[in-house]
């Protein structure tokens, strides 16, 4: 497995926006980012392929966020723009060392980040 720290959460008002990064101790094939609001289950926000040419989403961040990669530095990345109240959840980096394709399944992750937290305000 590899080690993943995250970085770049923080407080914000609604509408704006904020870059998570997610730096790994070594090479991975897909990563992603989930998020977890308090009282609620985690849920799956993007991933991207190993080669960084497939993205996935889930619908409610659609046209907002954007996941992205540089291999050559072992760093993911999440741009959230036009920020939400409902956005507001600690964020998990992961990475798969089993599949190279997207994917919203977290048991194929088998790394996972310490966690940032984002906070809209309204």
């Known amino acids: 497995q590899v080690q993943l720290v995250e970085s770049g959460g923080g407080l914000v008002q609604a509408g704006e926006s904020l870059r998570l990064s997610c730096a790994a101790s070594?090479?991975?094939?897909?990563m992603g980012w989930f998020r977890q609001a308090l009282g609620k289950d985690r849920e799956f926000v993007a991933s991207?392929?190993?080669?960084?040419?497939?993205?996935y989403y889930t619908d409610s961040v659609k046209g907002r966020f954007t996941i992205s990669r540089d291999n050559a530095k072992n760093t993911a990345y999440l741009q959230m723009n036009s920020l939400k109240p409902e956005d507001t959840a600690v964020y998990y980096c992961?990475?798969?060392?089993?599949?190279?394709?997207?994917?919203?399944?977290?048991?194929?992750?088998?790394?996972w980040g310490q966690g940032t937290q984002v906070t809209v305000s309204s």
């Open positions: 992961a990475a798969s060392l089993v599949t190279k394709t997207t994917t919203n399944d977290g048991r194929l992750f088998g790394s």
């Open positions: 070594g090479r991975t094939f897909t």
């Open positions: 991207i392929s190993w080669s960084g040419g497939s993205t």
